[in-house]
Antibody, heavy 118, light 110 residues
Framework: QVQVVESGGGLVKPGGSLRLSCVAS????????MSWVRQAPGKGLEWISY????????YYADSVKGRFTISRDDAKNSVYLQINSLRAEDTAMYYC???????????WGQGTLVTVSS | QSALTQPASVSGSPGQSITISCTGT?????????VSWYQQYPGKAPKLIIY???NRPSGVSNRFSASKSGNTASLTISGLQAEDEADYYC??????????FGGGTKLTVL
């Protein structure tokens, strides 16, 4: 079935870095835009980045621009999020989602938790 | 890009209908027929329940319907059931070629 599975979250100190991964299956990965959305504890959804098919273009929310980098490897059906210079306010569940049209995030993964704390 | 405006909470009794509003601007909700809605249970990932303003994905109950007028989109749940108790989020395409979410609405079934 169509699904995406995230990994790579964890506990990291302020100023640290992490690389999140998302592996997709059940659909022709190279045809789709892919996105990352995060949700801080007890808060709402925040779109943070998406990458177009073939990685032609990337977009970021202002809150992460310059610190986060999205990339994809179509050969591995994977999308990545490199997150640098982490701050306490980056603590959140990070979801990977396929963009099946605008702004149709479907499906979503189960999320990977990033905790920034000293 | 500012978040779309949703009521923080709504409630209704079983069998009733409720409507959740999602207000944006002409640069997002009002400018495009690209509004989607998501249902999220506690501790779970969101699920797409409406796309392109008013279309339901396969498998989503027809008790969920949605529309848009001007800069405001609306999600209506009819015949409210206990299982509908969840958080609901709207999302819209924007003139920046990026998506934006609403702040979310907690639905309580009384």
């Amino acid at each position: 079935q169509v699904q995406v599975v995230e990994s790579g979250g964890g506990l990291v100190k302020p100023g640290g870095s992490l690389r999140l991964s998302c592996v997709a299956s059940g659909f022709r990965f190279s045809d789709y835009y892919m996105s990352w959305v995060r949700q801080a504890p007890g808060k709402g959804l925040e779109w943070i980045s998406y990458i177009t098919s073939r990685g032609t273009n990337v977009y970021y929310a202002d809150s992460v621009k310059g610190r986060f980098t999205i990339s994809r490897d179509d050969a591995k059906n994977s999308v990545y999020l490199q997150i640098n210079s982490l701050r306490a306010e980056d603590t959140a569940m990070y979801y990977c989602a396929r963009l099946a049209g605008w702004p149709n995030f479907d499906p979503w993964g189960q999320g990977t938790l990033v905790t920034v704390s000293s | 890009q500012s978040a779309l405006t949703q009521p923080a909470s709504v409630s209704g009794s079983p069998g009733q209908s409720i409507t959740i509003s999602c207000t944006g601007t002409s640069s997002d909700v009002g400018g495009y027929n690209y509004v989607s809605w998501y249902q999220q249970y506690p501790g779970k990932a969101p699920k797409l329940i409406i796309y392109d303003v008013s279309n339901r994905p396969s498998g989503v109950s027809n008790r969920f319907s949605a529309s848009k007028s001007g800069n405001t989109a609306s999600l209506t749940i009819s015949g409210l059931q206990a299982e509908d108790e969840a958080d609901y989020y709207c999302s819209s395409y924007t003139s920046s070629s990026t998506p934006v979410f609403g702040g979310g609405t907690k639905l309580t079934v009384l």
